[in-house]
């Protein structure tokens, strides 16, 4: 048996990919694939629960046999169902998003900072030499614009960009320095990535590549166009906090129909979100000391 995680990213493609997935999930089952998202999502809600406990320390976060006993359930049900691979597409796998984190309270998180030990609780067990990584490399400005407009449209943060920024750690902002943090902590799995082109090259190949990195045939797919959900532009984002710094009202429902409209309108290139000119310095300057490193 085969176990592979799509650990994505929080806010990008990839990482809205299982919906798209579990509406093909017939095509997965013919290449003998056991795809968790669909064929067990309680046994990866309990999974994301499990780690949530664990990142932030709680008492009644399960201990290391609780994830080993969850992992051979999965394989069990996978084999009584004749599949050769077990499937896993959650960023879940690596810890809370940034946004979440802050709205647990987490102070200063960076990018994953406790990726390393996340991924080894959520493949205790598991045979280590069978066990593969797919994280699809993006650039940092644009991993942070889609994290933080992620973060918004799902009402995790009423923070404005800048006192996000301020709010968590950017030193090794990258997912080059997360890729080599899981290599190093995990030596026997096989964690691979690849630049991520995105829907920029068209639907076909962006989801060609993505098939291709989990190991399936993507002829037996069709080419459609999956349900992604675009960076939400500057005015989006100042109606939606406005939204939340007024969210005051006692009419719940009313305020959900709010966000609902602004989210139903596509966003507009002329608005682009921009990171300030700080955090950009700061980026850059990370970069560079991780190049030279």
């Given amino acids: 048996m085969q176990y592979i995680f799509h650990l994505g990213v929080h806010g990008t493609a990839p990482a809205a990919l299982a ?57 069990d049900a996978a084999r009584d169902a004749g599949a050769r691979s077990v499937l896993v597409l959650s960023p879940d796998m690596l810890g809370p998003s940034l946004p979440r984190a802050l709205s647990l309270g987490r102070i200063g998180p960076g990018l994953y900072d406790a990726a390393p030990e996340m991924l080894r609780l959520a493949t205790l067990g598991l045979p280590a030499k069978r066990v593969q990584c797919v994280l699809v490399p993006e650039d940092t400005e644009t991993l942070l614009l889609n994290l933080y407009s992620d973060g918004v449209r799902q009402g995790l943060t009423a923070l404005r960009l800048d006192a ?66 675009a960076r939400l532009d500057a005015f989006q984002i100042e109606a939606l906090l406005h939204i939340t710094d007024n969210g005051q009202s006692r009419n719940a429902s009313r305020v959900a129909q709010l966000r609902d409209r602004v989210l139903c309108f596509a966003p507009d290139p002329a608005q682009p979100l921009h990171l300030p000119d700080w955090v950009s310095a700061v980026l850059s300057d990370s970069d560079e000391t991780e190049a030279v490193a």
């Fill in 164 to 229: 996000f920024c301020d709010a968590i750690d950017l030193d090794h902002f990258s997912t080059g320095h997360l890729l080599a943090r899981l290599r190093d902590a995990h030596p026997r799995h096989r964690i691979t990535d690849r630049p991520d082109p995105g829907l920029r090259a068209g639907v076909g190949p962006f989801l060609r590549g993505v098939l291709d990195d989990l190991g399936l045939d993507p002829g037996a797919f069709p080419v459609e166009k999956p349900d992604l959900p």
């Fill in 19 to 75: 919906p798209y997935l579990t509406a093909h999930v017939h095509a997965l089952r013919a290449q003998k694939v056991y795809f968790v998202n669909a064929e067990a999502p309680e046994a990866l809600d309990a999974m994301q629960t499990a780690l949530t406990g664990r990142y932030l320390g709680t008492s009644d976060a399960p201990q290391d046999a609780w994830f080993h006993e969850a992992n051979h359930a999965v394989a």
